[in-house]
C-alpha cells in the first residue's frame, strides 16, 4: 500500500497538481448539523440543488457505492498581485481571480482524467473523478483530508498556498489510510475576511449567508441584483475575491504554475465589454467559465459596475442597452444611468421612459429610483 500511495502521488503531482490527501467516504454529526442549519436559514438562496443534493453529499456511498476512500486533490491557483488592488479602478471590470483565464473545471477535468486511466491501466482499479460541480462536500472532506483548515471566509486556507486552492476528488474503491494528526485551525483571533467583506455576507464566523455574497449575486442570481447591495459591488462583474485576497496567510503563497489558471494583469475597461454582443460574449469567453452564465447576465454585472463607476463617458451605452429586448438589462440600465446623468438629464429619461416603457419591472426600477 506504501508503494501504491508513493506512486499515485507522484503521479499526480506530475500533473501540476500541488497537494494530495486522504480520508474517508463519512460525514460526522456535527458537519451534517451545520449543513441543515445553513439550508434552514435560506443562505443558500436560490442555489436550490444545495438542498436537494444534501443526502448525497452527507453520504459519498450514494454516489459511488464502492468508495471507501476519498483522495482530495489541491490545485493552486494563487495569484501573481494582490488582487484587492483592482477594486480601486472603477472604469476596469474586476474579474474574479479563478475567471481570468481558462475554466478550471476543464484544465483540471482533463488531468484528473489522466489519472483515472492510469490507475485502471497500471492497478486495474476503477474509480470516479470530481470538480467542484458534483454533490461532493468539497471542503469538508479537503478539512478531513489535512489539506489545511476552514477559515472564517468558509474555505480551506493552507499554509502553503493560502486561500488559493481549488479542490478535486478521486474516489477509490480502496482504503487508504489517512495520518492521525489534524491541521491546527490557523485563523486564531483573525477576522479580516469577515471585516472585509463589503457586503457584509460572512455573518459569523465560518459562515456564509450566500445570498449577500457578491460572488453569488454577479454568477448564480439569475434576477435583478438587489439595489441596497449595488453599490457595494462596485467594480466587480464576475465573482469577488476580497475575503480571499486579505488572508495573512496568502504571504507564503506564490504564483500558480499552471500556465492555463494564471491570472491576467491588466484588468479590461468597463467600455470594452459594454460594445460586446452575445456573438462577441461567447467568442471571447469561449475557454473561460464566465460563458456559463451567458451574455445577459454578464452584461448586467457590467451595467452595474458602469453605474458605480462615476464615468460620464459610459452614459452612450447605457443608451444602448436600455433597448435592450430582456427587461432585466433594461431595469440595470435605468439604475445605472440614473447614478451618472444630472438633474436635466433625469427628468427626459423618467419622461421617456414613461412614454415607451410597459414592463412592470422596469417601471419598478424607475420608481425606486426617483
Ligand atoms: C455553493 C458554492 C458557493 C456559493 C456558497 C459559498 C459557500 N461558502 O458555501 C457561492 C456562490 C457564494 C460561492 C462563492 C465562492 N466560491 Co464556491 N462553491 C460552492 C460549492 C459548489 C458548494 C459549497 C457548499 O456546499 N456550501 C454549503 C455550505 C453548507 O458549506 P460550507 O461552507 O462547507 O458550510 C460549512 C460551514 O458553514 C461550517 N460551519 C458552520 N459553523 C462552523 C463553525 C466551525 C468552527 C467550522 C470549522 C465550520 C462551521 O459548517 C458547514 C458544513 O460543514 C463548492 C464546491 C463543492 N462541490 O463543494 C464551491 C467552492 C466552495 N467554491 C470555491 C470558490 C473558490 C469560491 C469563490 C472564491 C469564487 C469567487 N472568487 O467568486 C467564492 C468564495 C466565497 C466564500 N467566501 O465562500 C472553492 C473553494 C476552495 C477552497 N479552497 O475552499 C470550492 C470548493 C470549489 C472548488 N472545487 O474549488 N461558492
Ligand atoms: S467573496 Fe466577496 S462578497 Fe463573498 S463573502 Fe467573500 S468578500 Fe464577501
Ligand atoms: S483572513 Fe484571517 S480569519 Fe479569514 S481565513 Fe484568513 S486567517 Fe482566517
Redesign the pocket.
Known sequence: MNDFKKNLENYIFQHGFDVVGYSSPSVDKK?KE??LS?LNKNYHGE?KW?ERHFETKINPKRIWNNVKSIIVIGQNYAPKKNPLINNLSLNKANI???AQNEDYHDVIKIKLKKIQSWLLNKYYLDSKIF??S?P?????F?KKANLGW?GK????VSKEYG?W????EIFLPVEIKSPKSKIIDGCGSCAKCIEVCPTKALVD????D?RK?I??LT??NKGPIPMSLRKKIGNKVY???D??SICPWNKFSSETTEVKLQSSIESKTLSFFLEFNKDKFQKYFFKSPIKRIGWIRFLRNVIIAAGNSENKNLIKYLYIHLKNESSLIRGSCVWSLFQLINQKEKKKLKKMILETETNKYVLFELGMIC
Open positions: 458537519a451545520e449543513y445553513f442555489m444545495l474574479s481571480v479563478y470538480v467542484d458534483s461532493i462536500f468539497e471542503k469538508y479537503a476552514q471566509h468558509t474555505n480551506i486561500s486552492l481549488f479542490l478535486a464566523e465560518n459562515k456564509i450566500a455574497c460572488s453569488y454568477i448564480e465573482g469577488c475575491d475575503c480571499l
